[in-house]
């Protein structure tokens, strides 16, 4: 079966760093998205990674290993408003989004 | 309207009745999906179209219907609403539909069925 694994809820401080992780076994691997979602609100492009390494935009980055299936996204200088769900996405051999169940990042000041 | 649009934000239906859940996008995308999303659950596809004029069957199909008469519009249809379709649900485009591309939500309707 296709699974992705995040953790369910991460807490961190404002202005600090969080890592969040995402682990996946799916059938083939055409690239993997980032999306933010606030309570309430539907789900917003954050990133796309097809290829190893890291993609850097803002205070935002994300990191992809295709031979550990295996992807974070980086949040730097944390603000009050990154309080939302961040949902991992991989797309398999048929090109079809296999989601994650999303984390919940709560933010204290 | 700019992006997405979905009607109604939300409702609460009696279990047995027909639904029609109304999205439409005004950025000429070729394809559309329907989602639904329930807590601990990731995103699960119901239905989804390529073009106007075809559509296929998601991850959970059962007991939900689609048509795609045009490239703005993308209707869901539940015949006879059952408990377990309470949830929220998300129509998104994207571009082609090659699956390499951003998908964009619309705001969301959520369901009740009692």
């Known amino acids: 079966g296709q699974n992705i694994d995040q953790p369910t809820e991460m807490t961190a401080t404002e202005g600090a760093i969080v890592q969040i992780n995402c682990t996946y076994q799916?059938?083939?691997?055409?690239?993997l998205f980032w999306y933010q979602q606030h309570a309430g609100e539907a789900p917003t492009f954050l990133s796309y990674?097809?290829l190893d390494g890291l993609e850097e935009k803002g205070r935002f980055s994300s990191f992809l290993s295709r031979s550990k299936g295996y992807s974070y996204l980086l949040l730097k200088e944390l603000q009050m408003k990154d309080s939302a769900s961040y949902l991992c996405?991989?797309?398999?051999?048929?090109?079809?989004?296999?989601w994650g169940a999303g984390t919940k990042l709560i933010i204290k000041p | 309207i700019a992006g997405i649009t979905q009607a109604p934000t939300s409702q609460i239906l009696a279990a047995g009745r027909r639904m029609t859940l109304r999205c439409t996008q005004d950025?000429?995308?070729?394809?559309m999906y329907w989602y639904r999303q329930d807590l601990g659950l990731g995103l699960r596809l119901i239905h989804y179209?390529?073009?106007?004029?075809?559509?296929g069957k998601g991850e959970v199909p059962d007991g939900y219907s689609v048509s795609r008469a045009n490239t703005d519009d993308f209707p869901l249809t539940l015949a006879s609403a059952v408990p377990s379709q309470t949830s929220v649900y998300f129509c998104?485009?994207?571009?082609?539909?090659?699956?390499?591309?951003?998908?964009?939500f619309g705001p969301g309707t959520r369901l009740l069925v009692l």
């Open positions: 998104a485009s994207s571009d082609t539909g090659t699956g390499q591309e951003t998908q964009y």
């Open positions: 950025m000429r995308h070729n394809a």
């Open positions: 179209s390529n073009t106007a004029g075809t559509t």
């Open positions: 799916t059938s083939g691997f055409n690239g």
């Open positions: 990674n097809v």
């Open positions: 996405a991989v797309i398999d051999s048929n090109y079809q989004l296999i």
